[in-house]
T-cell receptor, first 110, second 117 residues
Framework: GIQVEQSPPDLILQEGANSTLRCNFS?????LQWFHQNPWGQLINLFY???GTKQNGRLSATTVATERYSLLYISSSQTTDSGVYFC????????????FGQGTTLQVKP | EAQVTQNPRYLITVTGKKLTVTCSQN?????MSWYRQDPGLGLRQIYY???????DKGDVPEGYKVSRKEKRNFPLILESPSPNQTSLYFC????????????????FGPGTRLTVL
């Protein structure tokens, strides 16, 4: 099945810093989503981005489907950005199952 | 507000006591799914439903049942919970079922933390 790898596994930033999170996947995908899991465990949708570039405030994402990777950019980070960031993909399987990467744990210090 | 809701959000129970975790969406989504999240194992799909009265097993269905009598609701039933079902559970939905060439954005509920003693 599809493998999803995220890097880095852990990231510590000072408030105001910028960061780039990477997601590599091993096969073609029909869906790619980025989520933020906050300290209360909730999974917040950030982007639905099977290809191309999107921006939402301080966050933006780019997926290059032909090269099988996606990037999540966080600019001017805030303490509320802390948590785990997941990349998840749906392959050609018709179960609709999202295959999650292991996540990047981000800690933003004041 | 468009959302997926789950109840209860937190539950502590004992082995063998039947329980139901409800999931409801107000977006007229056809596809719904249940996941469990465990440390070191990530999120794993339990069951999914392509539409009303259509359900199928995911990767870890043992010990769980589901039903889809109405489009908006997709309850997860644990007939005889055991401690290895202690986990964080998520319900998810999307507008349409996935096809071989397209899968729609999935939206997640807030999660249910279940502890089975």
């Amino acid at each position: 099945g599809i493998q999803v790898e995220q890097s880095p596994p852990d990231l510590i930033l000072q408030e105001g810093a910028n960061s780039t999170l990477r997601c590599n996947f091993s096969d073609s995908v029909n869906n790619l989503q980025w989520f933020h899991q906050n300290p209360w465990g909730q999974l917040i949708n950030l982007f639905y981005i099977p290809s191309g570039t999107k921006q939402n405030g301080r966050l933006s994402a780019t997926t290059v489907a032909t090269e099988r990777y996606s990037l999540l950019y966080i600019s001017s980070s805030q303490t509320t950005d802390s948590g785990v960031y997941f990349c998840a993909v749906v392959g050609s399987s018709n179960t609709g199952k999202l295959i999650f990467g292991q996540g990047t744990t981000l800690q933003v210090k004041p | 507000e468009a959302q997926v809701t789950q109840n209860p959000r937190y539950l502590i129970t004992v082995t063998g006591k039947k329980l139901t975790v409800t999931c409801s969406q107000n977006m007229n989504h056809e596809y719904m799914s249940w996941y469990r999240q465990d440390p070191g194992l990530g999120l794993r799909q339990i069951y999914y439903s392509m539409n009303v009265e259509v359900t199928d097993k995911g990767d870890v269905p043992e010990g769980y049942k589901v039903s889809r009598k109405e489009k908006r609701n997709f309850p997860l039933i644990l007939e005889s919970p055991s401690p290895n079902q202690t986990s964080l559970y998520f319900c998810a939905s999307s507008l349409r079922p996935p096809r071989s060439d397209r899968a729609h954005e999935q939206f997640f509920g807030p999660g249910t933390r279940l502890t089975v003693l």
